[in-house]
């Protein structure tokens, strides 16, 4: 084991170089290309015995990818952002090939208007094709959440593809320390893969093969439903070997001073590392707050989300993607885990599109939204962040893409 | 020039061993199907072939599959991505001992016109620009036919399809000419290329076995008559094929080593008309009154085609020849 300063990008691809994959298919999009990068210097010098492929498209990548693990190989591949929508064909496909491998997504906000920096509305798009998504807060938590994919998408139970899903920018690019386990003990954790059934001359094998008719149709998504319903004790199991084996516990969600908190902030991703800044600050100020980090997100936990949430004062889901027309995409989804009798006030907000900060004391306002809905008890109507100066800002880009003059002249 | 056949000499050198089985759900009389039997014969029991959407992805409707070898269906736009995952799976997990040798199968990627010519073109022309160890199928039968028949670019000018629809505004049909697949494919020097027919079995099988020798991109166009979609008999479509071999609108062709060689050359050619008179996506073309000038511009590239052919397969230096 050594400790390292890495980048969310360099953590993801030590990563696939401790699980040993066989293939990685790879399409360069910013901010994923560090991955990719790093691994095809590993590939070429032989300190990974894998092969990489640039394909020519996200599409072929992930139809690549999919043909390999069904043929029996262990694949990694990373996209991200327009990359994943452009492939999205292939994730319903290969899902339902049941074939595990593991696809780094590095968020990023989708066009149009076309931008770099994160938010989930990519990754989250994917929710209903049947791969299962874990969405990592620090770099550490990247290296560890591939190791435990592999686990997870290959135990016999579950047979599925997963995403392993991280921020751009504000963890690809972020070095931070990471412990890097040595590759026998991650040997002992995640041994090498034995598929299922693959393409052989011994045994021939059809796959993808077409169903006409509801019935056979509606029994395989009901089994890929089963199959992800199974993943979340197993997913206990595989962090519960994890935790042992190298001393870092996670569970599907993550609870910060939660025990005795009234109310609830509900965020994921690396912008829960500014809620539990805000958190701490809330407390010395006298809140009773904590904060619930949405983890595993497909299976989703609807009942730890119960169980944690269920009771208490108040509750805000803070989004960093936006459903339009609807709101934010957790909020519905952690709304769908509530039970009348018990469920909380729930409060929406948006905020972090497309990489935007949030700004000094919009956590206060959550906080007094949140104080007020206790008797109001909420709306479900989702609160969009953003700041008096922004909103100059953009008034005063507005006048110069209209050439009008500035009206500190007029 | 005559090319002489190196594997299949005789039709007694066909293995009567059947790798795809009958009663599939294809149309009778589907030329696709036929090519795509002889293929395999040609390949042997170790194959997997990796499908994109089209007529044939229904050969395979669970729990059925005719095949003795194994089939992966992608998605239409990319089964040759597939056919990399595959090969490249096979080849990793044999060079690490974690499969044997003997496993190791031919991938074939199988596809009709509609995807190879447009929407599947990118994933192929990259498999080939990679160097890919792979065979590849493409079944013509000159439109979306699993559709119900819509005009692709590979629908030839003057054929009637459910949207190049005959009107008293578009008499012709189908405007555009036939895309060039074949050429878009050799630009790339692919190790083996050829157009098929089932017509020609000895034809067809000899050059995929001939292909068999080399490693990368093995591409192979069957012209694939489509009995609902062209309007003839089941019954004769093979006789239709053959026709479009003996007018010369089907030229049997293949490259290598960046020659080009015509392996069947009609002594005598039979009039285009002969071909297109069967069809009934032809008949506006004869019927109520003839278009003269669209049968004079299919019979004229016919010519065209086969002159430049010639000219080219018998002096070595064309350009010299332009000045004759």
């Given amino acids: ?410 | 020039m005559t090319f002489h056949r190196e594997v299949y000499k005789s039709i007694k050198d066909i293995p009567r061993q059947e790798y795809l089985a009958g009663g599939t759900g294809m149309c009778a009389g589907c030329g696709g199907l036929l090519a795509l039997r002889l293929l395999h014969k040609a390949l042997g029991p170790n194959v997997v072939f990796v499908n994109a959407a089209g007529c044939l992805t229904l050969l395979a409707v669970f729990p059925f599959t005719p095949f003795h070898s194994s089939w992966l269906y992608t998605a239409m736009a990319s089964a040759p991505a597939g056919a990399q995952g595959v090969r490249d799976a096979l080849d990793i997990l044999i060079e690490k001992g974690r499969l044997p040798a003997t496993d190791d199968l031919k991938v074939v990627v199988v596809t009709g016109d509609g995807a190879a010519h447009g929407i599947g073109l990118q994933s192929t022309l990259a498999a080939v620009h990679r160097g890919l160890d792979f065979y590849y199928l493409c079944y013509d039968n000159e439109a979306f036919a699993n559709t119900g028949f819509q005009m692709s670019p590979a629908s030839p000018h003057g054929s009637r399809t459910g949207t190049t629809p005959v009107t008293a505004a578009t008499s012709v049909g189908t405007a555009t000419a036939k895309q060039d697949l074949f050429q878009l494919w050799r630009a790339q020097q692919p190790a083996f290329l050829a157009t098929v027919s089932p017509a020609y079995p000895l034809d067809l099988m000899d050059k995929v076995a001939r292909a068999g020798r080399a490693r990368g991109p093995k591409l192979f166009i069957g012209l694939a008559a489509c009995p609902p979609g062209w309007g003839v008999e089941p019954a004769d479509s093979a006789q239709v094929a053959k026709l479009a071999v003996d007018t010369g609108v089907w030229p049997l062709k293949e490259t290598h080593d960046g020659e080009l060689v015509h392996t069947i050359r009609p002594r005598h050619f039979r009039p285009v008309e002969d071909y297109l008179r069967g069809q009934a996506r032809y008949r506006h073309l004869f019927e109520p009154v003839r278009q003269e000038g669209v049968l004079h511009r299919l019979q004229a590239e016919v010519d065209r085609y086969w002159a430049e052919a010639d000219l080219n397969t018998q002096t070595p230096n064309p350009r010299l020849a332009v000045h004759h």
Avoid at chain 1, 55 to 69: C, I, K, P, V, Y
Avoid at chain 1, 111 to 138: K, M, W, Y
Avoid at chain 1, 256 to 266: C, E, N, P, Q, S
Avoid at chain 1, 282 to 310: D, H, N, T
Wanted: proline residues 4%.
């Fill in chain 1, 1 to 410: 084991m050594t400790r390292e300063l890495l980048t969310g990008n360099a953590a993801a691809a030590w990563g696939a170089r401790l699980a040993e994959v066989d293939y990685v298919p790879v399409y360069p999009i910013t901010p994923q290309t560090e991955v990719i990068e790093t691994l095809a210097q590993w590939t070429s010098s032989g300190e990974l015995k894998a092969r990489l492929v640039t394909m020519d498209s996200e599409h072929s990548m992930l139809t690549a990818a999919g043909a390999a693990a069904a043929t029996g190989a262990r694949v990694f591949t990373a996209s991200s952002s327009q990359g994943l929508v452009y492939g999205f064909e292939m994730l319903y496909t290969i899902a339902g090939w049941r074939v595990p491998l593991v696809l780094l997504n590095v968020s990023r906000a989708l066009s149009a208007p076309i931008t770099l920096e994160p938010d989930h509305n990519d990754v989250l798009a994917a929710r209903d094709c049947g791969f299962l998504q874990i969405h990592a807060e620090s770099c550490q938590e990247v290296l560890d959440s591939v190791l435990m994919a592999y686990r997870l998408a290959e135990q016999r139970d579950v047979q599925l593809p997963i995403i392993v899903n991280l921020d751009g920018f504000y963890l690809s690019f972020t070095r931070e320390p990471v412990e890097v386990p040595c590759v026998d003990a991650v040997r002992e954790f995640l041994p090498a893969r034995k598929p299922l059934h693959g393409f052989s001359a011994s045994h021939a094998l059809a796959q993808g093969v077409a169903v006409l008719g509801g019935t056979g149709y509606s029994f395989f998504k009901y089994q890929m439903q089963r199959a992800a319903e199974a993943a979340l004790a197993v997913h206990d199991a595989v962090t519960g070997e994890f935790c042992h084996h190298f001393g870092r516990c996670y569970g599907a969600v993550e609870g910060f001073r939660l025990d005795d908190a009234d109310w609830v902030i509900v965020m994921s991703n690396s912008f829960s590392t500014v809620g539990k800044e805000e958190v701490i600050r809330l407390r010395a100020e006298g809140e009773k707050v904590g904060l619930l980090r949405l983890r595993l997100i497909r299976p989703f936990p609807s009942q730890e989300i119960e169980w944690l949430l269920g009771g208490r004062r108040g509750v805000a889901v803070i989004d960093q993607n936006i459903s339009v027309g609807k709101g934010g995409i957790l909020f519905g989804e952690v709304a769908s885990a509530l039970r009348a009798r018990t469920a909380p006030p729930l409060l929406s907000f948006i905020g972090g599109l497309g990489g935007r900060r949030f700004r000094g004391r919009e956590f206060d306002l959550v906080m007094s939204a949140l104080h007020a809905a206790e008797n109001t008890g909420g709306s479900s109507e989702p609160t969009l962040l953003y700041s008096e100066a922004e909103y100059v800002q953009v008034m005063d880009m507005l006048r110069v893409a209209h050439r009008l003059p500035d009206t500190h002249q007029a």
